[in-house]
Nanobody
Framework: QEQLVESGGGLVQPGDSLRLSCVASQRVFDYYDIGWFRQAPGSEREAISLMTSTGLTHYADSVKGRFTISRDNAKKTIYLEMKTLKTEDTGVYYC???????????????WGQGTQVTVSS
């Protein structure tokens, strides 16, 4: 079981920014695509963004222009920079590695434990 550890969640107000981190094992970071998902209460887990092992990026339409995914090779970390947060961005955010089908489907080999993001005034 490969390890993924998220951090950086919290309670923020609408319009604020937040940066999430996902630290991966060396093998996962070097060879597998890593994505971010979120799950709101009572909703299905939805894809947010993907960073491929070669550095390509993909975003869900709902976050394009507001969220940015990036990587720090030295720290084996994938970041999700979130700006202009909205109440509908609230949820548990997960990073996951090795998509088994399409990147936007929540069918990945390995998952982190999740970090809570709450956007509320």
């Amino acid at each position: 079981q490969e390890q993924l550890v998220e951090s950086g969640g919290g309670l923020v107000q609408p319009g604020d920014s937040l940066r999430l981190s996902c630290v991966a094992s060396q093998r996962v970071f070097d060879y597998y695509d890593i994505g971010w998902f979120r799950q709101a209460p009572g909703s299905e887990r939805e894809a947010i963004s993907l960073m491929t092992s070669t550095g390509l990026t993909h975003y869900a339409d709902s976050v394009k222009g507001r969220f940015t995914i990036s990587r720090d090779n030295a720290k084996k970390t994938i970041y999700l920079e979130m700006k202009t947060l909205k109440t509908e961005d609230t949820g548990v955010y997960y990073c996951a590695a090795n998509p088994l089908r399409n990147w936007w489907e929540p069918n990945y080999a390995w998952w982190g434990q999740g970090t809570q993001v709450t956007v509320s005034s």
